[in-house]
């Protein structure tokens, strides 16, 4: 996410409280209700859901680690928790920084065990 000179996420402040905190409850929140949201997408039982965030510069870079034990992968929920963490801090920062834009959601690893 590109946040240009927004003090909001620098500062992890918005008038609705800690943006990150928030962002992250947000994303794990939605990675658990994945199913509820896509649509023909299984639910799944998740072992664990992480939200981190890295703020560099002018971007949040906002990653979802997500783990099941099902025989199905966990791709959806770790993209679902990213969008939705993404949107949150879009949503708490945008009276603030209007250049934000969301950008570059992808899986980055996949691991079956």
Do not use: W
Request: aromatic share 2%; proline share 4%.
């Amino acid at each position: 996410m590109r946040a240009g000179d927004d003090p909001c996420v620098k500062k992890k402040r918005a008038a609705e409280g800690d943006v990150l905190t928030v962002a992250q409850i947000a994303g794990i929140q939605a990675a658990k209700r994945t199913s509820e949201l896509i649509p023909l997408c299984h639910p799944l039982a998740l072992n664990h859901v992480a939200i981190d965030f890295t703020v560099r510069g002018d971007a949040v870079e906002i990653v979802c680690t997500a783990e099941t034990s099902a025989p199905t992968g966990v791709e959806m929920e770790a993209l679902t928790g990213v969008s939705v963490a993404a949107l949150t801090l879009y949503d708490m920062c945008k009276a603030v920084d209007k250049a934000m834009r969301i950008e570059g959601i992808r899986v980055v690893e996949k691991i079956k065990e």
